[in-house]
Every structure is written in C-alpha cells, then in structure tokens.
C-alpha cells in the first residue's frame, strides 16, 4: 500500500444540512447529494490528508490529467437502512478491492483498506439521516479516484485525489428493459480496460446507447469486438440468461466486470439448486432459443440496478420478445438479494456489513 503518512481523519461538519429541502419520494438517480463527502490526496508518493467535509464544488488546474487522458476510476455501492434504523452495507471488501484492481490498471496507486472502511463508516455515520427505510430506497455510495496533477504529459499523473460521494436513490431503471444487441459497437475489447471500472468505458457507451434509444430501446446488449458474436454486458450491468431451467452469463475476462451483484445472484441460484453456466453464450444460440421458447429471461444485473427483466431485445432489426413468467429468476433472486440487504431475512453467506 502506498499510504506512509500518519493520518488523522480529519471532520468539517456542515453549518446547516440541505436535507429539509429534499423531496425523497420524488428522488432521480445520482442527482441529489448527502450533506457530506470524503477526500484524500497522493501526493509524493502516500495517500495524505484525508477529510470529511460539506459536498461542494472543487478546485481543480484545467490541466489535470483527469480531462485529457481520462485517468479515473469509480466504484458503485449502497447502504440499506432496516425498520430498526440500522444501515448496512453490502460485501464493501468487494468494492475496495475492484477500485484498487481498476486502479492497478489505469496505473493509479491503491487506497489502503482501513482508510477506506474508516472514511466510509464515518460519512455514513454523519449522514445517515439521508437513508430512506423501505426496500428499493438506499444510499448509492460513489467512491472514485480522479488524476488532478496539473500537467498534460501524456504519462500517469504524480498526483490524485479519492473521493467518496453519496446520494439517496430509490431504483434505478423503472419497468422491464427493451434492449438491441450490438452489432457494431463494443465496450471493451480483449488486453483492454472492460474488466475495470475505469470512466471511459461509461462514456464511450453514450453514444451507441443513444443511438439504441432513438430506436425506443432503453440499453445494448454488448458483444464481443472481435466478432459480435459472444454476449457479454447488458447497458452498465452484466447480463444472464435463462434457457429452460440453466442461468447463463459471461465468464469474467478482461473484457468483463467481475459484478458483485452478478456473483451474488451465481451463489443465490446455485443454493436454489439452479444449474448455472458462466460461459460463452452466442447470439445465434439465444436467437435458436426464442424460437424453440427454451429462452425464458433475460436480465441485467449491477448495484445500481440490482437486477432488471429484459422484455425483449432486438437483432438485425428483429424485434424477439421475451415470455411472461410469474415464476421468474429475475424476481426470485432479487427478492432473496434484496431481503438480505435489508436484513429482512437470515444472511448465509455473511454479505451484510453493519456501519451504524
Ligand atoms: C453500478 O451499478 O454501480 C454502475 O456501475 C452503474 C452506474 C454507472 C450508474
């Protein structure tokens, strides 16, 4: 770990919280902000000064390596708040560990553990008046690493800055998903970046997805660079499908996120006894299974989403529509996921972390 300098965490309450002016039944995703945010620098060559201070603007050279080469990670989490007013967190470990994977490969020094559980328990603990009881309400948790030295070398950046935002969210797509299959456009390609959360993956998407939209579809369905052939992510999410009784989904590769939510819905359906195959999966095989009614589901799932029905998705211009089930995986497993979040059930995997 990089982090040399003795630290304290160092706390600037605000003078007057914002949260009486929030409506949070009328909440859109990741526009509304806790009162609080986390910030720590590298400077030579340790983590340093880290702080919890009002949620405000930066300041920042023009010339930080962030705007011209894209240097930066982030991370997507949530806290849950139970009928007893305890908020949990969901498999964080997993988190830190992705952000400073990410950053490994964008060349960006890793955040020590124990800074990170301590700065996110602490923001948590000042704001946790901003977490909403009631399943689909939570606080989406932004963690990211931006490249501020004020430089435009074309070589990694001496100097970041980690921060951690919040926000209050209730979910996040509403309704099924219509998706296009791509055909054209990829989001990562093998040697690549797609495994990371690195922030060019997420802004190179706009643009297909854009595309998708004017068609009246909401996501694509990623497919491999090389051939477009293989279905790898659906929009932000990874994807599964059922074909008769057997989830399948993409092996994680460099080309793919290692999902928390996907390696939970793989643990939660093979305790159901669900037959689940992370392997290639073709387009031509899902399009052999919509005709012949094998292809039961499709859905995305990702922490912000958690887990999303596909209704239909389109190929070469075909619209191919998925059946209506009552007995679905999709709601089976976000039910189980979502009860263990809220502790509304037993946690057999040891997946909820309590802060407050
Ligand atoms: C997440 O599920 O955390 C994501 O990465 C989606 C985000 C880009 C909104």
Redesign the pocket.
Known sequence: MSLTKEYTLSIEKTATSRISSVDFSNLTF?VTFTDHMFECDFKNGAWQNPTIKPYGPLSIYPASKVFHYGQAVFE?MKAYKDADGSIFLFRPIENLKRINISSKRLAIPEFPEALFFEALETLLNLDKAWAQTGVGNSLYIRPFVIANENCVSASPSNEYKFMIIVSPVSA?YSGELKVVVAEKYSRSANGGVGFA?AAGN?AAQFFPTNLAKEKGFQQVIWTDADTHQYLEEAG??NVFFRINDTLITAPTSDRILDGVTRKSVIALAQRAGVLVEERKLTVSELITASHDGTLKEIFGS????VISPVSAFSFTEVLYELPKLTDSYALRFKKQLTDIQYNLSEDPFGWRYKVV
């Open positions: 990741g997507g996040y959360k997420y932000t999410m990702g922490t912000a989403a």
